[in-house]
């Protein structure tokens, strides 16, 4: 079957999981460590578009995009091309051996498209967290500085650096200590939680002034290398931080000589509407970290850093054997063109107005239902026992994933208490898609 033929419907032949997926499941048991993670015990075929088909001939509805990767959907069109052109002329030579052309390419293209009328350098990692960790080591280079302030609810990878700077005990760091020096943790604008009591419409400034107050006490700005930051909190749970939070912090930076890092690689790469989410806030860091996304279904992570503090670092200081692949640099082009070409952007918005439409009335309706968040493609649904003591409901999030995995819906869980349900289709999916898959949502939801 030619990847077109791929037909862009939800179809169940079997049970989820069916036959097929179960014994890979029982092989995966043996062979694998239950240390990696499961959303679905189903195994993939084929995907494309809006759908993964799975090994049992199942179609399934996604809205997970396998973590906010597959921002073009699986396989496009114009990926494939230039991987398969890629692969036939060279697999690998390393860039630091011998360089070529893609991977130069991709960089003009980052430091055209971060925000910013800055002079500006990118290179490329394997990944998220290998992105962050360069972050850390430039800012810490440029500044002679070591403190690097992270925020609750943050997640910045799996490294032993990036998992020091993540928030989350379970699963992300418990029993794997002692964690990375040098880290403080500030609270993080959470409009519906907001940490420091606030209304919701006050929570920004409010946080930002207590973010700066325990640097100022606790740290000292002098010796502050770096804030990292998401602009939206990913795996906390979709959190968009209350208007005034980002920029008051990015101008205590400013002030203090601290290198703003704003980690994209969850929120960026049109996932929110914008190239960047700190477009939402006319926010422009110093520096920015992409992954997912980027690399239209390949693996690959950017540094995309003011010139400035980048070329202080002596040559062989940063690199690594595979980071900026050719395979993983042409998918990356080819993945700016289809979000080009197909208006990725504006897609992006409209999918957030159909989240609007769809999930808000949710709010009134449902009394599980805590808090709505949408940001352009990217949704979340955070449920609580009851209202009035937002009490988190990890149980009514469970029930919720549990069925729309059964109905064929591939949906993820989001959170630091477990209890958001976090939407982020490919944004090539079609409307009919979208709508089946996010009825399928609510159905779940109005059912608990
Ligand atoms: C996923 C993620 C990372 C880590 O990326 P990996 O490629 O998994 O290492 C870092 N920061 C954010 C915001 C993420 O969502």
């Given at each position: 079957?030619?990847?077109?033929?791929?037909?862009?419907?939800?179809?169940?032949?079997?049970?989820?999981?069916?036959?097929?997926?179960?014994?890979?499941?029982?092989?995966?048991?043996?062979?694998?460590?239950?240390?990696?993670?499961?959303?679905?015990?189903?195994?993939?075929?084929?995907?494309?578009?809006?759908?993964?088909?799975?090994?049992?001939?199942?179609?399934?509805?996604?809205?997970?995009?396998?973590?906010?990767?597959?921002?073009?959907?699986?396989?496009?069109?114009?990926?494939?091309?230039?991987?398969?052109?890629?692969?036939?002329?060279?697999?690998?030579?390393?860039?630091?051996?011998?360089?070529?052309?893609?991977?130069?390419?991709?960089?003009?293209?980052?430091?055209?498209?971060?925000?910013?009328?800055?002079?500006?350098?990118?290179?490329?990692?394997?990944?998220?967290?290998?992105?962050?960790?360069?972050?850390?080591?430039?800012?810490?280079?440029?500044?002679?500085?070591?403190?690097?302030?992270?925020?609750?609810?943050?997640?910045?990878?799996?490294?032993?650096?990036?998992?020091?700077?993540?928030?989350?005990?379970?699963?992300?760091?418990?029993?794997?200590?002692?964690?990375?020096?040098?880290?403080?943790?500030?609270?993080?604008?959470?409009?519906?939680?907001?940490?420091?009591?606030?209304?919701?419409?006050?929570?920004?400034?409010?946080?930002?002034?207590?973010?700066?107050?325990?640097?100022?006490?606790?740290?000292?700005?002098?010796?502050?290398?770096?804030?990292?930051?998401?602009?939206?909190?990913?795996?906390?749970?979709?959190?968009?931080?209350?208007?005034?939070?980002?920029?008051?912090?990015?101008?205590?930076?400013?002030?203090?000589?601290?290198?703003?890092?704003?980690?994209?690689?969850?929120?960026?790469?049109?996932?929110?509407?914008?190239?960047?989410?700190?477009?939402?806030?006319g926010l422009v860091p110093d520096i920015v970290t992409t992954a997912k996304g980027l690399g239209g279904?390949?693996?690959?992570?950017?540094?995309?850093?003011?010139?400035?503090?980048?070329?202080?670092?002596?040559?062989?200081?940063?690199?690594?054997?595979?980071?900026?692949?050719?395979?993983?640099?042409?998918?990356?082009?080819?993945?700016?063109?289809?979000?080009?070409?197909?208006?990725?952007?504006?897609?992006?918005?409209?999918?957030?107005?159909?989240?609007?439409?769809?999930?808000?009335?949710?709010?009134?309706?449902?009394?599980?239902?805590?808090?709505?968040?949408?940001?352009?493609?990217?949704?979340?649904?955070?449920?609580?026992?009851?209202?009035?003591?937002?009490?988190?409901?990890?149980?009514?999030?469970?029930?919720?994933?549990?069925?729309?995995?059964?109905?064929?819906?591939?949906?993820?869980?989001?959170?630091?208490?477990?209890?958001?349900?976090?939407?982020?289709?490919?944004?090539?999916?079609?409307?009919?898609?979208?709508?089946?898959?996010?009825?399928?949502?609510?159905?779940?939801?109005?059912?608990?």
């Open positions: 079957m030619a990847k077109a033929d791929l037909p862009q419907r939800r179809e169940i032949r079997t049970a989820i999981p069916g036959p097929k997926s179960t014994e890979l499941m029982a092989r995966r048991r043996v062979a694998v460590p239950n240390g990696v993670g499961g959303t679905m015990p189903v195994f993939a075929e084929r995907a494309s578009g809006g759908v993964v088909l799975d090994v049992d001939g199942n179609s399934l509805i996604d809205l997970g995009s396998g973590i906010a990767v597959l921002t073009v959907g699986s396989s496009a069109d114009a990926v494939v091309a230039a991987v398969t052109d890629q692969v036939e002329r060279f697999t690998h030579t390393c860039f630091q051996v011998t360089p070529y052309e893609s991977y130069v390419s991709l960089a003009e293209r980052l430091n055209h498209l971060v925000p910013g009328d800055v002079e500006r350098r990118t290179f490329f990692v394997n990944s998220g967290a290998e992105a962050l960790e360069n972050a850390v080591k430039i800012a810490r280079h440029a500044t002679g500085r070591q403190t690097v302030v992270v925020f609750d609810h943050a997640f910045h990878g799996r490294t032993l650096l990036t998992m020091s700077m993540t928030a989350k005990a379970m699963p992300y760091k418990s029993g794997f200590g002692p964690f990375a020096p040098e880290l403080f943790r500030a609270p993080y604008s959470y409009p519906y939680r907001c940490p420091v009591g606030a209304p919701p419409a006050e929570c920004g400034p409010a946080c930002a002034e207590a973010a700066i107050r325990a640097m100022d006490r606790q740290v000292g700005a002098h010796r502050i290398a770096a804030l990292v930051a998401e602009p939206v909190l990913g795996e906390g749970g979709v959190v968009v931080p209350g208007e005034g939070f980002l920029l008051m912090l990015a101008e205590y930076c400013k002030d203090n000589g601290i290198v703003f890092v704003a980690d994209e690689v969850q929120a960026g790469f049109a996932r929110t509407g914008k190239w960047f989410a700190s477009e939402h806030w279904g390949l693996p690959i992570g950017g540094v995309t850093a003011r010139a400035d503090l980048v070329d202080k670092v002596h040559a062989g200081g940063l690199g690594t054997t595979f980071g900026g692949n050719p395979l993983s640099t042409a998918a990356a082009l080819a993945a700016i063109e289809e979000i080009e070409e197909k208006n990725l952007l504006q897609r992006a918005t409209d999918i957030g107005q159909t989240f609007e439409r769809r999930l808000r009335p949710l709010a009134d309706d449902v009394a599980a239902v805590g808090d709505v968040r949408v940001i352009g493609g990217m949704a979340a649904v955070e449920f609580v026992e009851d209202r009035s003591s937002k009490t988190p409901d990890p149980d009514a999030a469970s029930r919720v994933l549990a069925k729309c995995h059964e109905e064929g819906v591939i949906i993820l869980r989001a959170g630091t208490y477990d209890n958001v349900v976090r939407i982020l289709p490919p944004l090539v999916i079609s409307d009919d898609l979208l709508n089946e898959g996010l009825e399928v949502l609510e159905k779940a939801i109005r059912a608990l």
